[in-house]
Structures are given as structure tokens and as C-alpha cells.
């Protein structure tokens, strides 16, 4: 079992940053590849970001491209996820997951733990 921890969420005007954090209760931290996903009111969960165990190949989605940075420490079983440029239509709550597996996924269903979330909501 892995317990994920997810901080950092808040409200933010449009145009600012935010940096989320998650920390893993995991002994084989680099070797779980990690992800950040969001779900709105309405919609359906969404892939955000997602970064290799060893933190050299990374993944992001269209809408978040060149604004947003996932990151990872493996010494602190943390890994995070960068946000700058803040639009109204990023407010959802966002998700830490973490896979048994090594290579990043953008698909939920490859993922094996989840955070119970933490909310980003963004002001116009």
C-alpha cells in the first residue's frame, strides 16, 4: 500500500502560479513513475502531467504545455507539479498517482495509487 499526500492547492488570480506538492509513503519511490491528473464539476478526470521514476522523461498534456512543470525529488518521495499562467479553466481538483511501473502514462488506468485530491481554483 502507498499513501500519497497531495499540498499546495489554493485560490489564485488569473495570470499566477501555483506549486503542488506530493509526497509518497513508498520505499521504491524511483521506481514508480508519478502523475498529476484533474477533474472539474462535470467532467471527466483528465490527464495533466506525469514524470519517469528516475525523473529524466516527462509528459504533458496539450493545455498545460509550456506552462506547467512536473518535477520530482527522490531523496524526499516528492514530486511535483508546477503551474504558471493560470486560467480560469484550470480550476479543478487535482491528483497525485503513482504506478508500479517505471514509464510514465498519461491513461488513469495505468496508474495503481491515488491522493484524495486538492483543489486549484483560478479567478478571472
Known amino acids: 500500500q502507498v499513501q500519497l499526500v497531495e499540498s499546495g492547492g489554493g485560490l489564485v488570480q488569473a495570470g499566477g502560479s501555483l506549486r503542488l506538492s506530493c509526497a509518497a509513503s513508498?520505499?521504491?519511490?524511483?521506481?514508480?513513475?508519478m502523475g498529476w491528473f484533474r477533474q472539474a464539476p462535470g467532467k471527466e478526470r483528465e490527464f495533466v502531467a506525469a514524470?519517469?521514476?528516475?525523473?529524466?522523461?516527462?509528459d504533458y498534456a496539450d493545455s498545460v504545455k509550456g506552462r506547467g512543470t512536473i518535477s520530482r525529488d527522490n531523496a524526499k518521495n516528492t514530486v511535483y507539479l508546477q503551474m504558471n499562467s493560470l486560467k480560469p479553466e484550470d480550476t479543478a481538483v487535482y491528483y497525485c498517482?503513482?504506478?508500479?511501473?517505471?514509464?510514465?502514462?498519461?491513461?488513469?488506468?495505468?496508474?495503481?495509487?491515488w491522493g484524495q485530491g486538492t483543489q486549484v481554483t483560478v479567478s478571472s
Open positions: 498517482a503513482a504506478s508500479r511501473r517505471v514509464i510514465p502514462f498519461s491513461r488513469s488506468s495505468e496508474y495503481d495509487y
Open positions: 513508498t520505499r521504491t519511490f524511483s521506481s514508480n513513475a
Open positions: 514524470i519517469s521514476g528516475s525523473g529524466r522523461s516527462t
